[in-house]
């Protein structure tokens, strides 16, 4: 979810208005709300500085999913807002979701080089193996 026109950014809005309505599709879209309807491995990246989707709704995601046994991937990184905006944390994102997608859909996989590694502020907070 990068830029200004995600689905969470959209429905934020709905909150700060009084129309009940509005605010229960806000809720209904809401990750953790509907985590009991994921039943395949997911990869969260999150930037500990968006001020749009905190780093607290990602972490509910992920103790939802752990609680229902979905393998999860965590990425932090801690220098980031809404997106990628530094070139090292997009390459490290990137080489992260290829072993991702390689590791639970198959198929070839380049391995992670030192380059790729280096110089990149992202914390590994959960890496489930698959199920």
């Not at 390689?102 to 590694?117: D, M, W």
Request: proline content about 7%; hydrophobic content about 40%.
């Amino acid at each position: 979810m990068t830029g200004a026109t995600c689905s969470t950014c959209r429905t934020r809005t709905a909150t700060r208005t009084t129309d009940p309505l509005a605010y229960a599709v806000d809720r209904a879209r809401r990750r953790w709300h509907v985590a009991d309807r994921i039943r395949v491995p997911l990869l969260i990246a999150q930037g500990a500085n968006d001020p749009r989707v905190r780093q607290a709704e990602s972490d509910q995601m992920v103790a939802a999913l752990v609680a229902k046994r979905i393998p999860v991937t965590y990425l932090l990184f801690p220098d980031e807002g809404h997106g990628f905006a530094r070139p090292e944390n997009s390459l490290a994102f990137h080489a992260r979701a290829e072993a991702f997608l390689g590791r639970h859909l198959g198929g070839r996989v380049e391995p992670i080089h030192r380059h790729e590694a280096e110089g990149r502020a992202m914390r590994i907070l959960r890496d489930d193996p698959p199920a």
